[in-house]
């Protein structure tokens, strides 16, 4: 079930940068970023609570960190996902995902980010 709307993938150069946005609403706890490559299953990137970003509840797989930075305004309700050092290997169709306690899980369409020569 569709929900979320992503924007910013494209096409870069190894070693660029990208940055992924997507709108949540107010209620929902944790948002996030996971992704798909091409006969792959899909897998987590990154992980926020917008609530409690100051307490370090933010979390990382192990293949993007130091590489990747999630963000949230919480203002425009919006999380972002820095994309920095591309890789080939980071070459997929990145969701956005947000939970809430009360309605469940919520997912974007997918945006293609594909880092390339």
């Known amino acids: 079930q569709v929900q979320l709307k992503e924007s910013g993938g494209g096409l870069v150069q190894p070693g660029g940068s990208l940055r992924l946005s997507c709108g949540f609403a107010?209620?929902?706890?944790?948002v996030g970023w996971f992704r798909q490559a091409p006969g792959k299953d899909r897998e987590g990137v990154a992980c926020?609570?917008?609530?409690?970003?100051?307490?370090?509840?933010?979390w990382y797989s192990t293949s993007v960190q130091g590489r990747f930075d999630i963000s949230t305004d919480t203002d425009k309700n919006t999380v972002y996902l820095q994309m920095n050092n591309l890789k080939p290997e980071d070459t997929a169709v990145y969701y956005c995902?947000?939970?809430?306690?009360?309605?469940?899980?919520?997912w974007g369409q997918g945006t293609q980010v594909t880092v390339s020569l």
């Open positions: 995902h947000a939970f809430s306690a009360r309605t469940g899980n919520y």
């Open positions: 107010k209620d929902h706890y944790a």
């Open positions: 926020i609570v917008p609530s409690e970003a100051n307490l370090g509840s933010i």
